[in-house]
């Protein structure tokens, strides 16, 4: 058997072993995303939690919020009249961490840092 069959054989190996290991990767859903540099925030809001209040009563308290609802809770569609389009949305997180369910059903507590970005990705 030639050297050069061998050589290729171990390349070849490699390359399947160090792309199995890459699809092994699990992403920890208890971290924070991270910000991307494909993301443009071109407004953001910033307010503080208060215990035992939504995200939404906290927002609508200082912002004309407007919204749908669905069966998973609050979309919002427009702070104060900049309405979701062009492929920008209002999106919220807290504690710098993006929230898993709808702003009216996500309680937060005293201090918490609430954040709405209007985001294009």
């Known amino acids: 058997m030639s050297y050069r069959l061998i050589g290729l054989g171990v390349l070849a190996t490699a ?3 160090a792309m199995m290991l890459g699809c092994d990767k699990q992403q920890d859903h208890n971290e924070p995303v991270a910000e991307s540099p494909e993301y443009t925030d071109s407004l953001v809001i910033e307010l503080t939690g208060v215990d035992g209040e939504s995200v939404l009563a906290i927002t609508g308290e200082s912002y004309s919020v407007e919204y749908t609802e669905s069966a998973m ?3 919002v569609t427009a702070i104060d009249s900049v ?3 062009d492929g ?3 999106l919220f997180m807290v ?3 993006a929230a898993q369910i709808a ?3 996500y309680i937060t507590a005293s201090g918490d840092k609430i954040t709405w970005s209007f985001r294009k990705q």
């Open 15 to 17: 390359l399947i072993i």
């Open 73 to 75: 809770g609050a979309f």
């Open 83 to 85: 309405e979701n389009g």
């Open 88 to 90: 920008y949305w209002w």
């Open 95 to 97: 504690n710098d961490s």
């Open 103 to 105: 702003c009216d059903k």
